[in-house]
């Protein structure tokens, strides 16, 4: 069907940069929404950021401008730019995709995860 699969994460200094890249690949018309959610141990997954296809950008308050989303649409890919990370950014983090799989339907997938870790 539809496979979105993250890659970018690992370990980072506090203050340092990731960019996580989710490619999304296999059958479908068209990919509406792509966003980025995170969810660290013990905690209720939460969104990051979202984007449009024509690249309309969703964030949470919280980030105050740490993290940037972006797509190309081509690829079908979404990329999140984060900077000044600390150690409260440490989460796994998940694409989420909400794509047109036929004519009338549409669903939402995600991805596996990739784990973000910042640490000294």
């Known amino acids: 069907q539809v496979h979105l699969v993250e890659s970018g994460g690992g370990l980072v200094q506090p203050g340092g940069s990731l960019r996580l890249s989710c490619a999304a690949s296999g059958s479908f018309f068209s990919i509406y929404v792509m966003g980025w959610y995170r969810q660290a141990p013990g905690k209720q997954r939460e969104l990051v950021a979202s984007i449009t296809s024509g690249g309309s950008t969703n964030y949470a308050d919280s980030l105050k401008g740490r993290f940037t989303i972006s797509r190309d649409n081509a690829e079908n890919t979404v990329y999140l730019q984060m900077n000044s990370l600390n150690p409260e950014d440490t989460a796994v983090y998940y694409c989420?995709?909400?794509?047109?799989?036929?004519?009338?339907?549409?669903?939402?997938?995600w991805g596996k995860g990739t784990l973000v870790t910042v640490s000294s």
């Open positions: 989420n995709a909400d794509v047109q799989i036929g004519p009338v339907d549409g669903k939402d997938y």
